[in-house]
């Protein structure tokens, strides 16, 4: 690692340090991911970033950045306007806010700085270098060993990355050593703006800069400046036993490890790219077998990925790149994440007959679009009873009609019938109903008015109705089951009440009917009547 | 007696076996599930309904209260096989705490939902040729004499039920006067139930029909009908009530219940 760090021409590390929100010319931007929008807007209104910063920073409104220490609020950032006006880090806000009425306060996003320094971590990662970490909350190291040239030398590379890195709104600064230590140093003490430090330089380019350079905890730096010990250089000079016996081995090691006396191992962030098969064909291909037959390779050259990484897929995208450019996709989902080869060539091989393949295909890549997690599970042993696995089932159904038309039907906790019922996912268990009551099994929605109906109220079944013009004498009949509105979905359903009968008619035929209202009060219903569901 | 011991766990191993290779499930299933009604059972070809086989059922008139008892009948035979079920609704009035009351809680049964019969008889033969699952239930408008046997050849290679409900059109033709594949045939209406000595509302009949079958003939019945776990009953006759009171006690236990408590 030290090696690479060093690279051979000596010179390896670039330390980016984005610190968001300061402009070189005073302008306070915005921190974290509001940065996007504010700088489009800039942009907009002129024509270029710098241009939009001059005239920004005369009418900048100070602001700084809030963060908890303890119980107390204090300053976390403040831009050099406030910094103009007597406003330092670490200040109480109230402080700040007492000396500067005027004072735009914001609350610091520290987990959002961090995520978008790891997104410019990964775009680092794709274009720029195999080697990215990020250092601490505001920098990042980007391994230039073997790359500097494909950029055209390590001055035009920090030139793109500050250019960069302006476009998108932030102040960056930049150094290039060979060690991380000394990268790290120089972006945020150097003095110019870009210093390329030669390899073996590292001591003298260090000296003259304070002890913080070299990431010692601020407590040993303390104790080291009341020694007289101020900047690196006092630190190479003192005898180091003394040192280690004080201090400890940090300081000691943090200083070697800036000198290049010893190795610094840097974490590359990784970027996790989306498992995928490809297969490009010596021939092109048009029939359906050979389709299923690639199909059949991809997917044993993707589940050999998947396994690796030990996912299983939930969405796959098959795409077919014709001769004449075109390409045409294919999509299949799994209930479960799944990397079983038979299993997902049952989802994806009847589907060929949508793919039109022109004039034949001539490569064709799968992804997987979506994965989850997937170890390994027990397969049942002889004699013991397993439920039957579903998943192929559900799969090639729900592929067939449509995800959401593939469900269990599971209860909800209502009285109403319509609402007593909600749709689940068909390998999710779902709740039962309380079995007390009679259900019909086909229910009307809406519920069929009825007309002359005869009935004696208020608590007795009708004895005559008549629905879509059919008369129905009932011969027997059972209820009321009262059921109330609900009056915390709706107002309208404060009062009302459904009074629900199962009645049998003359030809035996059963239904369940209901009177809108309680048979006494107005106010709970207007005593109509309606079918709302059949038994038999 | 060791050699007896030896043969016995050589047929119980054959049949674990067997069983891994169907698909894990299924291993125990009777290929017949009989009704447990002595007069029903014996007017059938099989004594029961066919395991692999299709059966078909409609209403015998256009009116709503056929068409549930239909569903009802279909419900009630999935009930008493042990597994899943694969509903395949063509409309949207089926309502599932009904088929709970049936004997089909809502853990048991998958609905899939598709907008025209060609769909729900593929999805159908889907489902039966998967193999798990304990039976099929379809409904269709129209299902043509191919339809028919391709699900009858989908239930025999997946060893599992298909029931296809045959709901009535609008057009009022009789759907099950298309010709078909299916092993029973069965149409239903419901019939006047036994007026009760109080209020209330008694266990529900049916007029059941069997009007083809294969290797057998037709024949009709007026069934009391399914309780809570989907069994079909005979409505005991005058001269056998009393001992029917309390046979019809433990069978319609909840039926009885409810209307006690309502």
């Known amino acids: 690692m030290d090696a690479r760090i060093r690279g051979k021409d000596g010179r390896g590390v670039t330390a980016v340090v984005a610190r968001p929100g300061y402009d070189r010319e005073g302008a306070f931007w915005q921190t974290g991911r509001e940065l996007g929008g504010i700088v489009k807007r800039v942009v907009d209104r002129s024509s270029g970033i710098a241009a939009a910063a001059a005239r920004t920073s005369d009418v900048a409104i100070p602001l700084i950045l809030t963060v908890r220490d303890g119980t107390r609020v204090v300053v976390g950032h403040a831009c050099p306007a406030a910094r103009a006006l007597g406003i330092r880090v670490g200040m109480a806000t109230t402080m700040a806010r007492a000396m500067v009425p005027a004072l735009d306060v914001r609350d610091a996003d520290p987990g959002g700085v961090a995520a978008d320094l790891h997104r410019l971590a990964l775009f680092a990662l794709r274009r720029w270098t195999p080697g990215v970490a990020v250092s601490d909350a505001d920098g990042l190291w980007i391994d230039l060993s073997g790359v500097a040239h494909l950029h055209g030398g390590e001055a035009r590379f920090c030139r793109r990355v500050l250019r960069f ?250 009285d109403v019938p319509e609402r007593a019922h909600a749709r689940a996912a068909p ?78 008619d003359a030809s035996g035929a059963r239904y369940w009917i209901f009177r809108r209202g309680d048979g006494v009060d107005g106010r709970t219903g207007d005593m109509s009547w309606h079918m709302h569901g059949v038994f038999a | 007696m060791s050699n007896i011991a030896r043969t016995e766990r050589l047929d119980a191993l054959r049949d674990s076996v067997r069983a891994i290779e169907r698909g894990g499930a299924g291993a125990e299933r009777p290929p017949v599930l009989p009704f447990g009604v002595a007069g029903i059972d014996e007017r059938l070809a099989d004594g029961g309904i066919a395991g692999a086989a299709l059966h078909e059922a409609a209403g015998a008139d256009a009116g709503m209260g056929a068409d549930a008892a239909a569903t009802l009948f279909l419900a009630g035979i999935a009930a008493r096989l042990t597994g899943q079920v694969l509903w395949v609704l063509s409309r949207r009035d089926l309502f599932a705490p009904g088929l709970q009351q049936a004997g089909l809680p809502p853990d048991r049964v998958i609905y899939a939902e598709t907008g025209q019969d060609a769909d729900t ?95 057998g003939d037709i024949f009709d019945w007026t069934v009391e009908a399914n309780d809570a776990a989907g069994r079909l009953a005979l409505p005991a006759g005058i001269r056998d009530r009393a001992g029917a009171a309390d046979r019809s006690a433990d069978r319609g236990a909840g039926r009885a219940g409810r209307r006690v408590a309502a």
């Open chain 1, 165 to 414: 890195c302006a476009r998108l709104g932030f102040t960056a600064r930049i150094a290039v050593a060979g060690t991380a230590g000394a990268a790290h140093a120089l972006t945020r003490f150097g003095g110019h703006a870009a210093p390329m430090l030669e390899s073996g330089a590292e001591a003298e380019a260090l000296a003259p800069l304070p002890i913080d350079a070299l990431r010692i905890d601020p407590a040993a730096a303390d104790r080291l400046r009341r020694l007289g010990v101020e900047t690196v250089g006092d630190l190479i000079a003192m005898p180091r036993a003394p040192l280690n016996r004080r201090f400890g081995a940090t300081v000691l090691r943090r200083l070697d490890q800036a000198l290049g006396r010893v190795a610094e191992p840097i974490v590359p962030v990784v970027a996790q790219a989306v498992p995928f098969a490809r297969l490009r064909l010596v021939e092109p291909i048009a029939t359906a077998d050979a389709i299923a037959q690639v199909i059949g390779d991809l997917l044993a050259l993707l589940v050999v990925e998947l396994a690796a990484r030990g996912l299983g897929a939930r969405r796959l995208e098959l795409r077919c790149e014709r001769v004449d450019g075109q390409a045409q996709m294919v999509r299949a989902g799994t209930a479960r994440p799944n990397r079983d080869a038979a299993h997902l060539a049952r989802l994806l091989v009847p589907k060929i007959e949508t793919i039109d393949p022109g004039f034949g295909i001539d490569a064709m890549t799968i992804r997987a679009v979506a994965s989850e997690p997937l170890g390994a599970t027990a397969i049942t042993t002889i004699g013991e009873d397993a439920a039957p696995d579903l998943t192929i089932l559900v799969d090639l159904v729900a592929g067939r009609v449509g995800t959401h038309r593939l469900f269990r039907i599971g209860a909800v906790e209502s």
């Open chain 1, 427 to 504: 390998l999710s268990p779902p709740a039962a109903w309380p079995a007390a009551w009679p259900r019909p099994v086909r229910l009307l929605d809406p519920p069929q008015r009825l007309d002359h109906v005869t009935a004696l109220l208020p608590d007795h079944a009708p004895r005559r109705f008549s629905c879509r013009g059919h008369v129905h004498d009932v011969a027997h009949g059972d209820g009321p089951e009262r059921i109330y509105g609900e009056w915390w979905r709706r107002a309208g359903e404060a009062d009302a009440v459904r009074d629900y009968f199962q009645v049998e």
């Open chain 2, 121 to 215: 008889l593929a999805v159908m033969e889907e489902g039966l040729r998967h193999g798990s699952l304990a039976a099929v239930i379809g409904e269709v408008g129209r299902a043509g004499l191919t339809a028919t046997r391709r699900l009858q050849l989908a239930a025999e290679a997946g060893g599992t039920t298909a029931l296809l409900l045959r709901r009535w059109k609008r057009s009022g033709a009789d759907p099950l006067a298309e010709p078909s594949a299916a092993a029973t045939r069965w149409k239903l209406a419901p019939a006047p139930s036994a007026p009760l000595p109080v209020a209330g509302i008694g266990r529900a009949r049916w007029q059941l029909s069997l009007v083809r079958q294969r290797g």
